[in-house]
């Protein structure tokens, strides 16, 4: 029975997901309301995530483990619903109808991700990643008045089966080289099979499943249409949350080699500076500042499997930390985006026009978060960044790292273009005001506070993605 | 160990000088925006502190013991091995003195300012810190944080209060200088593993001793990466566009405090860590001095814009700073340190003496100007005083500057010692030109009316002139600080 007590933050998003289905049933929908629950759960589910990071064990016949590495991600996964459901109070992008469905399926979708990162078993990690993927496919089309971007969800459902048909078939190609679906044992087994190209195109095809949820090059073909597609806010969850479950589950099966493969490092090294090029690229040109964001999330992937690729502890505790930094700047770059289109159309990048007057806060919150993410100091960007970088070179990877510091250069190039349209154009035409409520203002603070903080102070931060990667095989 | 508990037990005044321009930031920020007099008094109230305790430094630090002064040192990120570690040696500590100094003065010229006061001065300050926190780290983590914190407060500062095209200054500016940051960390995080990936410290790298072939790797891109913002010839182009685009302030600071950055950069990391590196590259460094010398010089004969004026003639001067650094001997980095710091002060000058100019008559072209020595007299004065000084007349600092750094180039490397020498020559005909152009000549009646400097706006300047004029004729109270700490490093070599 005491069992139980591990499996804790789930059975709390399946008690959320029971109360959003109950409210959906209900004829009449008072939005207000349902948001207030919905932030009071998330609060709470955040509290129960923190409190449950020490616990350690096995369930379900040892498919299901928790350990520090699986603790740590579902706390990210539970502050980055947290935040997407602190920023629904103005949900004007999904049809009111549909608020209590809204709340529903991202609290089954959290408790999909927090059971993939925990997930040991091949098959159990299947499912865990397929519900969380259905809980999106029906987020993205409820978009309201989803005529226009109706598109967006059909593309995103394709793409996604497409890659989890991959998946599947990669995971059958592991097991039966290895014949096992634990994890565990298969680690032990499957660096001596690396040798046969069975082995590595398994793996390469299972991770693919994992590179699409981070919208890696190539895989990376919904991200601009599904992030322009999709409402605010769950352009929000996409952007944050489900990144951090994939980025656990790339590090968990990149593990998995123990460094043994040069074939899959050499793939993963291109698919990186593909995915920072591309991205970085692409995004010079974009005037909707959800595309941008999402090609830069395309690149930041990129900077993410530079850490993993490294096969080091050091390695995959800078991807955490990025993981995590991550995590903060593109929830603070949203939440501006969605604080100024407060109506839930997609923002341009010129409707920030004149923002430092409309609105000095979200301003100011939106320069640090941009410059965080092109990697300047003393922001955690920078820290996740440098992490990353002397990951690599400690590995003598000196050619992909300045390839990474040139891709930073010309990140800053389209990020310094967003914070010049809030910093310095004059709006051409009256925009409405920025209502800035009492909660987005501590938000921001708290954010602008801990981009710094976590900046200034990495120590203890590094240390807690050092221990989490500890505990993985 | 006597010793260093004595230091730690001292007053932490690196510290104090760091995070009074950090205090001094936010202080301004919780300022109202609506009283811009307040704001300013503030700056300067700060920038004093800084000043006072900088010359504190200055004339405390002991030449005769020299080495390592004023330390503070504490671990900050254990399992990177990345220390809070401040130090001054003889090198820094002109440098700080110079941040000071144009940060004060900088303060004094833009008293006139009425366009967003606060966040003008709130960046002027955070730009200052990442100056002050590279010219006193000797961790590299931190020298490359403070580095990249003094650069990006450039952009907003051109693009909002800059003039001729401000935009394309201050992005060219930015992203320049960051694609010199993208070799910097490569560079310093290549030494630190190479090491063994468990320290920061500048001097426990130092003790290690690279391989020749890691050195030479490592000190290409840590030149290549901190030229760029000192300048070096070819990749110096950012530099006239963003002096030109940049406020009057921000250009005395950018082209007085931070170029030398660059240039302090490569004598602290590249030089310190590399010496063999140094040596192979030595002769490619002495050769984009030299033609940075010669070409600034040729280039700024053509231009009809005051600030373009002197932002070649800052590509020339910062050649004369190379060209020292290359020559390995005491005389020569004796006097590229001298003069890093007198064209620090001399930039300023001219910059802070175009700027009235500017501010009053709206224009910087010198065809447009003319005759101006008779309409503001004292105005004129400070930019002939701040060329003079840039040809290198006796009694101004930069004489001995450019002196040492000559005699031992033509030493080390006849040829282009002889050609830097004549690339001064034509700097002389330029700045003469234009101050015949610009100050005397036909007199344009439309500027008459224009009063002359008042003493509360020409303090600064004066300020400025009295330390050029001061360390022209006592040089050795310069020379025997930084020299305390060039012996030693050539010795190493």
Redesign the interface.
Known sequence: MMKWTLFTPELFYVAMAAVFFVGSLQRRVDSRRLYRWAVALAGVGLVVSVACTRLEGFLFFDSYKVDLFSQFFKVLIALGTFFVILVCSELHGIDPRKHAEFYFLLAVCTLAMMMLVSAVELLTIYIALELSSYSLYLMVPMRHRADRYVESGIKYFMVGATASAMMIFGLSYLFGMTHTTYVAEMVRVLPGLLHQPAAVVGLVLTLAGFFFKQALFPFHIWAPDVYQGAANQVTTYIATASKMAAAAMVIRFVGLTTGQSEALIQLLVVLSVLSMTFGNLVAIIQKDIKRLLAYSSIAHAGYMLIGILCMTQ?GYASAVYYAMAYLIMNFACFMVVIKVADDGHNLQIKELAGLHKRSPLLAMTLMLAL?GLAG???TLG?TGK??V??AA??K?Y?LL??IG??N??IS??YY?IV??AA??LEPVREYPPVRVDTWTRILSIVLVIAMIYVGIF??RF??LS?AAVAVLP | MLMTAMEFAQFPVLSAILFSTILALLVILFIPDDRPKLIKQVSLGFAAVGLVLCLYVYFAYDTQKGGLQFVERFLWVKSLGIYHFLAVDGINVPMLFLTAVVLFTGVLTMWELEKRVKEYFALTYLLVAGVYGVFMSMDLFFIFVWYDVSLFPMYPLIAIWGSTRKEYGAMKLTLYLLAGSALILPGILYLWAVAGGNTFDLFELQRIGFDVHVQRIAFLMLYLGFGILAGVWPFHTWSPVGHVAAPTAVSMIHAGVLMKLGAYGILRVGMTLCPDGLVYWADLMALLATVGIVYGAFVGLAQTDLKYVIGYSSVSHMGIVGLGLATMTVDGINGAVFQMFSHGVMTALFFSAVGYIYDKTHTKMIPDLGGLSKTMPKASAFFIIAAFCGIGVPCMSSFWAELLVFISAVKTYPIRGILAVSGLVVSALFMLRVVQKTFYGEKNPKWEHIPDVPLFLASPRIILVGILVFFGLFPRLILDVIQSAVIPFVNSL
């Open positions: 050091r410059f300047i100091p003393p920078f440098f992490l970088f002397a070179l400690e003598g000196l790292v300045i510091m040139i930073a250069t800053l190039y310094l914070i010049k910093y310095l990495p120590d590094v240390a050092e």
